[in-house]
């Protein structure tokens, strides 16, 4: 049985792939340090059989042990700091967990294969924010020129090219993949989706950063895990993979859209839910947008939700998962961040 590492594990888009790789029969080995961003509420009914939980941090050279005891075939790395508001007031902690983590499980990796003489392959999970704001008909692909914004994107930027130079310098396998904005079951509700449905079934206003012209491109979590495994079974190793989907909306669109979805379902909409701009995100991108055309030619990778059915999927799950938000202090609800300067 072949085992693989999850770090981030107890993130959104960790613990649906946790799921993906069960259902494949993988054995899988959870590493993730449990702070304020962690919610293993899909993980709660697992069956614990092929499944084995660590709490420890990315940057613990422990991490070494656990290679030495599983002997993995592979590390998917999505342990991070994720929201870009918090890299404003506290950006710190982002070149921590994302630059000083990924460079930890890179050394671990090199010592590993030095001293035992085996390859452990790192699938190194990045974002499409590392190539920064486009223009009106830009699409970034794989050879873009890195300009990140944020200091969420930076660090996942310095984070690539840590990875690209342990590939060349010491031979370490890996493959990076950066994708577009993610929805789907389990996300923290400080993000966009997560939040907005909340407010709306809680009869809340619907906060919009500036005027809600962003433009983002969303994916549904499911295809970005088969992303995920098919870059770690069939990718070249030093190389990167965007994983996107062309399904770019504005904020404004995306809410307008949650609000029909919801009333869709027969469910009555209180007058409080209204869309209220309110101040914009300092260094706010305007648009994100991948081109995906090497991922789907060279892997056969392709998304199979509609943006549609994806999202009203998505309402469906939070509808019958109300109990979810219950998981998390309600101060995360309210309290704007990224305003510091
Ligand atoms: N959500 C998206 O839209 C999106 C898009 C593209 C790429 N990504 C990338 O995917 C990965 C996962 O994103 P997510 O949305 O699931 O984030 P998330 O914030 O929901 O989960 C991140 C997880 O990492 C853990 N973690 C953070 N720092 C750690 C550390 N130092 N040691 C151990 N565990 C640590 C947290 O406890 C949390 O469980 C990230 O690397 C992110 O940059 C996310």
Redesign the pocket.
């Known amino acids: 049985m072949k085992k693989v590492i999850v770090?981030?594990g107890?993130?959104?888009?960790?613990s649906n792939l946790i799921i993906f790789l069960l259902k494949k029969k993988y054995f899988v080995i959870n590493?993730?340090?449990?702070?304020y961003?962690?919610n293993s509420y899909l993980l709660k009914d697992i069956n614990k059989k092929r499944y084995k939980f660590f709490r420890l941090?990315?940057?613990n050279k422990k991490i070494l042990t656990i290679f030495k005891k599983y002997k993995p075939d592979a590390i998917f790395n999505?342990?991070?700091?994720?929201h870009v508001d918090r890299s404003i007031d506290r950006p710190k902690d982002f070149i921590s967990?994302n630059i000083l983590?990924t460079f930890n499980i890179l050394e671990q990796i090199r010592i590993y294969k030095k001293r035992y003489k085996r390859d452990i392959k790192l699938i190194h999970?990045?974002?499409d924010e590392v190539y920064g704001d486009l223009k009106k008909n830009e699409r970034s692909d794989e050879g873009s020129q890195y300009r990140p914004s944020s200091p969420y994107a930076a660090s996942?930027a310095g984070a690539d090219h840590l990875v690209k130079s342990y590939s060349r310098t010491f031979g370490i396998k890996s493959v990076i993949s950066n994708?577009?904005?993610?929805y789907g079951p389990g996300q923290?509700p400080e993000k966009l989706i997560p939040t907005l449905i909340f407010n709306i079934l809680k009869n809340l206003p619907l906060p919009i950063y500036g005027k809600g012209l962003n433009l983002r491109e969303w994916i549904h979590v499911e295809d970005h895990c088969e992303g995920l495994f098919l870059i770690y079974k069939k990718g070249r190793n030093g190389e990167s993979y965007n994983i996107g989907t062309n399904n770019n909306i504005k904020n404004l669109n995306l809410t307008k859209l949650l609000i029909k979805i919801v009333k869709k379902k027969k469910i009555s909409i209180g007058k409080k839910v209204k869309i209220r701009f309110v101040k914009d995100r300092p260094g706010h991108d305007l648009k994100y947008s991948l081109n995906s055309f090497k991922i789907k030619k060279k892997l056969k990778w392709k998304p199979k939700k509609t943006f549609n059915k994806g999202l009203e999927d998505t309402v469906d799950w939070y509808l019958n998962n109300t109990k979810f938000f219950n998981y998390f202090s309600k101060k995360i609800f309210f309290k704007r961040l990224g305003l510091k300067l």
């Open positions: 770090t981030g107890n993130g959104f888009i960790g590493i993730d340090h449990n702070k961003s962690k941090d990315i940057n999505l342990a991070a700091e994720t967990s983590g999970v990045s974002t996942k994708c577009c904005n993610n923290y």
